[in-house]
Nanobody, 118 residues
Framework: QVQLVESGGGLVQPGGSLSVACQASGNIFFINRMGWYRQAPGKQRELVAHITTGRITYAESVKGRFTLARDNAKNLVSLQMNSLKPADTAVYYC?????????????WGQGTQVAVSS
């Protein structure tokens, strides 16, 4: 069984910074992809950033402001969010595509709130 445990988030003023982190635990053979999605009220869930082997993909709206990093030894990804805007306000969900034994499936965290407001 695999769990994704998120930390971080909170409330910040426009232009400020926050970070969120996600650690995977359990019977993990290989993490194929890991990253973050977000969902604002009344909107669909959207990709923020994810990392596969050797490649990081960012949503256009966060390029140059957000930085995704991965610690393979800890099965952890962190997202540093700078120059935050009110439009970044959303629940941020960790997402991972993980292989356990002979099964590969997608996992989601419980979500953490990021609010950008003055």
């Amino acid at each position: 069984q695999v769990q994704l445990v998120e930390s971080g988030g909170g409330l910040v003023q426009p232009g400020g910074s926050l970070s969120v982190a996600c650690q995977a635990s359990g019977n993990i053979f290989f993490i194929n992809r890991m990253g973050w999605y977000r969902q604002a009220p009344g909107k669909q869930r959207e990709l923020v950033a994810h990392i596969t082997t050797g490649r990081i993909t960012y949503a256009e709206s966060v390029k140059g402001r957000f930085t995704l990093a991965r610690d393979n030894a800890k099965n952890l990804v962190s997202l540093q969010m700078n120059s935050l805007k009110p439009a970044d306000t959303a629940v941020y969900y960790c997402n991972a595509l993980i292989t356990t034994d002979q099964v590969t499936r997608e996992y989601w965290g419980q979500g953490t709130q990021v609010a950008v407001s003055s």
